[in-house]
Antibody, heavy 119, light 114 residues
Framework: QVQLVQSGAEVKKPGASVTVSCKTSGYTFTRHYIHWVRQAPGQGLEWMGVISPSTGRPTYAQKFQGRVSLTRDTSTNTVYMDLTSLGTEDTAVYYC????????????WGQGTLVTVSS | DIVMTQSPDSLAVSLGERATINCKSSQSLLYSSNNKNYLGWFQQKPGQPPKLLIYWASTRESGVPDRFSGSGSGTDFTLTISSLQAEDVAVYYCQQYYSTPQFTFGPGTKVDIK
């Protein structure tokens, strides 16, 4: 079965960087884009970016341009999300998500990774 | 960018009664080449990732109870829970998939028991 397993919670200081991983299994890694969505405490869902695992080409939301980087490792079927220059407003749960086999809607989600930014 | 809005922000419904959530997009989500609306509905419970309920605006995802239904086309959409159950208490989000790849979400509607 399809699984997306994310790395564990992180606590960072303002100005630092964080890397969250999303290890996939149960399907052909290069066939489906992986998206990243975040959710601040008590807030809604915010799309951050997407990566094509086959080409490695990322696309980012304008809000995060210059601060976010998505990469992938085809040997381990893992996608990485790097976010730099962290501020307290980046405290959130970060999710990776994959569309369904036959449509673009997010069927599969990682369990979420809480990133806390605090001095 | 396509902007998604939802109404109401929250609602409380008695068990067994109908709950209706509205979602509006700033531009049409109807793709003329295949006549499909690129709109999905999600349910999110505390501490869990969102769960896809409805796609193509009105197609129920496998395993989703038939008390959940979606309707609408173009820019106006509705999610209806025909008979609210206790386990339906959650926040519901719409999401547009028309403006690839930036698939924006609505702000969410919180559903509680009255």
């Amino acid at each position: 079965q399809v699984q997306l397993v994310q790395s564990g919670a992180e606590v960072k200081k303002p100005g630092a960087s964080v890397t969250v991983s999303c290890k996939t299994s149960g399907y052909t890694f290069t066939r489906h884009y992986i998206h990243w969505v975040r959710q601040a405490p008590g807030q809604g869902l915010e799309w951050m970016g997407v990566i094509s695992p086959s080409t490695g080409r990322p696309t980012y939301a304008q809000k995060f341009q210059g601060r976010v980087s998505l990469t992938r490792d085809t040997s381990t079927n893992t996608v990485y999300m790097d976010l730099t220059s962290l501020g307290t407003e980046d405290t959130a749960v970060y999710y990776c998500a994959r569309p369904g086999d036959d449509y673009p809607f997010y069927v599969y989600w990682g369990q979420g990774t809480l990133v806390t930014v605090s001095s | 960018d396509i902007v998604m809005t939802q109404s109401p922000d929250s609602l409380a419904v008695s068990l067994g009664e109908r709950a209706t959530i509205n979602c509006k997009s700033s531009q049409s989500l109807l793709y003329s080449s295949n006549n499909k609306n690129y709109l999905g509905w999600f349910q999110q419970k505390p501490g869990q990732p969102p769960k896809l309920l409805i796609y193509w605006a009105s197609t129920r995802e496998s395993g989703v109870p038939d008390r959940f239904s979606g309707s609408g086309s173009g820019t106006d959409f509705t999610l209806t829970i025909s008979s609210l159950q206790a386990e339906d208490v959650a926040v519901y989000y719409c999401q547009q998939y028309y403006s690839t790849p930036q698939f924006t979400f609505g702000p969410g509607t919180k559903v509680d028991i009255k």
